[in-house]
């Protein structure tokens, strides 16, 4: 019998990809010239991927083998080509390569990645037609959505570690709310690279974007992002205002026992959950870098922000989303360094609004009215009015929450410097285009003056003298004065005015004492303020303590006066005391005070350094997102 040609191999324990074999006949380097057969590479990429292998494969590399070179190039060129399903495996392949190699630590980091991706020689044309394949692949939006996402994928690795600013040119097509908030996140990268040493092309562009439909994509895309956030604060602990029910009705008139019981659900209180809310926000909050680079940058951008509407998919305006998302921010923001971050970048975002006058005019205009869900996760609460109101309104509510929930020994003055100065610049505007507002202002001055018995309080905390306390102290002292001063022009009733003035009788002990406990502050302030008093014949007023002082001492020489004269027990009733306050309005002479309705306008060069800080957690962020895609 002819014995066969035919020889048989034993059978493998276990099958391979055949892209896997691939992978080791290129890394090997068996074959010299085999990363120049063209068969080779079109076998290469007519398979796809296994991303797994190739990850272990790339990790295994050395900077000097120059077979990742030629890997870069051809799947460049392919995607150039635009074949399918070639050039879809060809992104995929750069997506993994790059978040592997960028990833690394090198000796020389910028030269080795260089060298790995493209060689020194080679590096501009590289990556010129790297950009220009890019470019080419979003223009053409032949494979819309997947490739979309393996640009901006892979735009948020090179960004990640290189940011090279000649990729300014590529443009994005903006349709899906998923790639535009990526899309924003990349931008914000790309526009925060080195833009405080270098002209930045990119942050050119957000000024020259003019496009109103792909602005409105974008705002949409954000509110989309902002509501997911606010979510996973939600999900751990559920605080919507609970409605009147027959149950809350009878509690509240004292007939509790007659409410009929239902079985209670336990509730794992806030307490117990510090370490999950200390994770908080989502990595995906790194889109608010691009927000703010948008904000500052482009004014069209903010006015669609502020008076977009929602899709018919969504049930919240992009601004309400926000602006819910930044009260949950800033009600946790004591919890982490990174929360407290965000939050201080969510307050300049909202402080550019408010120092440009037409746009502070479309925050506190009567017809622009938004329902925000404010966070309710923690005592003390605001009371819930779910109408529609001017955005102002619930701006003023955040920050009222802000500083009621952030209180520490430790304070975070950076946070309270933002804070009330946001205070100061709504109330300097409300003051100045004499706008009345309808608000719970007795819960702004009660925060505010319970606010000053903190400081004093833990005043020994700020013993060494800390360079930032008088950034706190002059707009916290104008926006009381402020109030006194200018009320009538923005409170909605004269009964306001009265509770303001009522309150700092009761602060009276207080108002002194923190003059002098703050006095080395207050003289530093005094000098720099630039506020100037007229001679006044009730004494004089060097500053705005000294205002608030003498008009809570002239207060209480009336109520000292009419006890004299039998008409006061030793304890009056607020009614009594509101009725002579509003007498001795007569009497009362303020003196005329300068500067307290002026703030310094923001300087993006004053926040550099923490404007840096957000932008390398915003990196980390984005490195996080990368992994968990």
């Given at each position: 019998m002819e014995v066969s040609p035919l020889t048989q191999h034993e059978r493998p324990r276990s099958f391979e990809p055949k892209i896997?074999?691939?992978?080791?006949?290129?890394?090997?380097?068996?074959d010299e010239n085999l990363a120049d057969s063209d068969g080779f590479w079109r076998e290469f990429f007519l398979l796809k991927p296994d991303k797994l292998r190739l990850k272990q494969r790339l990790n295994d590399l050395q900077p000097d083998d120059h077979e990742t070179q030629q890997l870069f190039s051809r799947a460049v060129q392919q995607i150039r080509v635009g074949t399918g399903p070639m050039d879809e495996n060809a992104l995929d392949t750069l997506?993994?390569?790059?978040?592997?190699?960028?990833?690394?630590?090198?000796?020389?980091?910028s030269a080795d990645i260089i060298a790995i991706v493209a060689g020194l020689d080679e590096?501009?044309?590289?990556?010129?037609?790297?950009?220009t394949a890019l470019e080419g692949v979003i223009r053409s939006g032949r494979t819309g959505k997947k490739h979309d996402l393996f640009y901006v994928n892979m735009l948020m690795k090179l960004v990640q570690e290189t940011s090279d600013t000649r990729l300014s040119t590529l443009p994005c097509r903006l349709h899906p709310t998923e790639i535009a908030s990526k899309t924003l996140l990349v931008l914000g990268l790309l526009a925060n690279y080195n833009k405080f040493e270098l002209r930045n092309l990119y942050r050119l562009r957000l000024e020259d974007f003019v496009n109103e439909a792909t602005i409105r994509r974008i705002v949409l895309a954000l509110g989309v992002s902002m509501s997911k956030c606010r979510d996973h604060y939600v999900a751990l602990q559920e605080d919507i205002a609970e409605g009147w029910t027959l149950s809350s009705t009878l509690n509240y008139i004292g007939l509790g026992v007659l409410a009929p019981?239902?079985?209670?659900?336990p509730v794992q209180r806030i307490d117990d959950k510090k370490e999950d809310f200390g994770d908080l926000p989502d990595p995906s909050v790194a889109v608010l870098l691009g927000t703010y680079d948008f904000t500052i940058a482009n004014k069209v951008f903010c006015f669609n922000l502020i008076s977009s509407v929602a899709d018919a998919k969504l049930t919240e305006n992009p601004f309400s989303a926000f602006l819910s998302f930044t009260s949950y921010l800033l009600h946790h923001a004591y919890r982490s360094s990174r929360a407290t971050m965000y939050g201080l970048l969510n307050l300049l975002i909202l402080r550019i609004m408010v120092e440009d006058m037409a746009l502070c005019k479309s925050l506190c205009?009567?017809?622009?009215?938004?329902?925000?869900?404010?966070?309710?996760?923690?005592?003390?609460?605001?009371?819930?009015?779910?109408?529609?109101?001017?955005p102002v309104i619930p701006i003023l509510n955040i920050l009222i929450d802000t500083v009621n929930h952030n209180l520490r020994r430790h304070l975070d003055v950076q946070l309270y410097i933002s804070t009330v100065g946001l205070i100061h610049r709504i109330l300097s505007y409300l003051a100045f285009t004499r706008t009345r507002l309808s608000y719970h202002w007795s819960l702004l001055w009660q925060t505010l003056l319970s606010f000053l018995r903190f400081l004093i309080t833990y005043a020994s905390d700020f013993a060494t003298r800390d360079p930032e306390l008088p950034n706190l102290l002059k707009p916290f002292l104008a926006t009381l004065a402020l109030a006194v001063t200018a009320g009538e022009s923005f409170l909605p009733d004269p009964g306001a005015y009265d509770d303001l003035f009522y309150k700092l009788v009761e602060a009276s002990d207080f108002l002194t004492r923190f003059k002098k406990t703050f006095a080395s502050y207050i003289d530093h302030l005094d000098g720099t303020v630039g506020i100037q008093s007229a001679p006044s014949t009730s004494g004089p007023a060097s500053g705005p303590i000294d205002l608030l002082i003498q008009v809570s001492a002239h207060y209480h020489e009336l109520v000292q006066a009419e006890r004299d004269k039998g008409r006061l027990g030793n304890n009056p009733s607020p009614r009594e005391v509101s009725k002579i306050i509003r007498q001795g309005y007569e009497t009362l002479n303020l003196p005329s005070m300068e500067g307290l309705d002026t703030w310094d306008r923001f300087k993006e060069g004053e926040e550099r350094g923490m404007l840096k800080r957000a932008a390398r957690v915003a990196v980390e962020d984005s490195k996080r997102l990368m992994k968990s895609a």
């Open positions: 896997a074999r691939l992978y080791d006949d290129l890394f090997r380097q068996e997506t993994v390569f790059l978040g592997v190699i960028l990833a690394k630590r090198y000796t020389n980091q590096v501009d044309p590289v990556f010129v037609e790297f950009a019981t239902r079985p209670g659900t205009d009567p017809e622009t009215t938004t329902s925000v869900r404010l966070c309710r996760q923690r005592q003390p609460f605001l009371p819930a009015n779910p109408t529609p109101r001017p």
